[in-house]
């Protein structure tokens, strides 16, 4: 017999909000990319096509989050969404749960109360993000917090599996590899914010969470696709299912990266989404990008330009 402590939707609908955002991750991380690191990279090695002057060879730092909109009329779009979503299912947790850890049966809602756990920490990160863009903060503070929000992730998945069958337990387990890869991105993304490979990293495990999760509502809760674990070799195939979602997943960033160079290099295409940073808000080694009159793409050092209630947006 199953115990069953979720529900097929409480992993479905998850899934695919992870999806969306590991999706979302992977497109601005590559549209960002090329549109200037590669194009930065490009003239200091050649010393051809855009021109840029810099008094120094400090490297673009990717943003911690975008948004959508052009300066003027720009919403921070990804910390608003971390905030709703992750409030939606805190509060539904609650309410399952009746706001208490007892049931007539005993202790029983502690996994509700866990989950509800990992939303409070993904609202406090839309928060950090909200106050990062219109207060200073101590650098990398947006990436920390998200970092901190996947390992208490992660923790509580590891010590998710207390009174479950074979099947589950070994559906968390994967789950838990997911995590732990996005929590460990994000921290190589806190120590170099400048490195394209950390942030799309923690954008293809954020895509893999979503994948996995989705795929285990029916795995263990849909009726009509329940796998039977009276059958030899079935723990070992969730395992190689698993890693045949990092496998497509790998794939499909490979493809998003591609058809960014495609829309952005080739074709000339404006992105999407907009990245809009207060100077007092950066560390004063970082630089920030001017697109001049004159067409000529200018590196500042913020030593230079520090203009405490000035904003920049990049599109």
């Known amino acids: 017999n199953r115990m069953r402590m979720g529900s097929f939707i409480g992993h479905v609908l998850p899934g695919v909000i992870l999806v969306i955002w590991g999706l979302s991750a992977l497109l601005c991380a590559s549209q960002y990319y090329h549109q200037y690191v590669r194009k930065d990279r490009r003239c200091q090695r050649s010393g051809t096509g855009t021109k840029i002057r810099s008094k120094n060879s400090k490297k673009v730092v990717f943003p911690p989050w975008y948004g959508v909109g052009a300066k003027g009329c720009f919403c921070p779009l990804e910390p608003i969404l971390k905030i709703l979503l992750p409030l939606i299912g805190l509060i539904c947790e609650l309410i399952r749960a009746n706001f208490s850890l007892y049931t007539r049966l005993g202790l029983r809602n502690v996994n509700n109360f866990a989950h509800g756990g990992i939303y409070m920490l993904f609202i406090i990160s839309g928060v950090v993000d909200l106050i990062g863009y219109w207060v200073r903060l101590p650098d990398g503070s947006e990436r920390a917090m998200l970092g901190l929000g996947f390992t208490v992730e992660t923790l509580i998945f590891a010590f998710h599996q207390d009174d479950k069958d074979q099947i589950d337990a070994r559906c968390h387990t994967m789950l838990v590899v997911a995590t732990a890869a996005t929590s460990f991105f994000t921290c190589l993304e806190f120590l170099n914010p400048s490195s394209f490979l950390y942030q799309s990293g923690r954008g293809l495990f954020i895509l893999v969470q979503g994948t996995w999760m989705f795929h285990m509502g029916f795995i263990v809760y849909k009726e ?71 067409g000529v793409l200018e590196i500042r050092d913020m030593e230079d330009n520090v203009e405490e209630n000035e904003e920049t947006t990049i599109l």
């Open 224 to 294: 009509s696709t329940h796998w039977d674990n009276s059958e030899g070799g079935i723990l070992g195939l969730i395992s190689v299912v698993f890693f045949w979602h990092v496998i497509i997943n790998v794939i499909i960033a490979l493809i998003v990266f591609s058809l960014t160079w495609l829309a952005i290099v080739r074709c000339g295409l404006a992105p999407f989404y907009g990245v809009s940073e207060k100077v007092k808000s950066l560390s004063m080694n970082q630089r920030l990008l001017h697109k001049e009159d004159n």
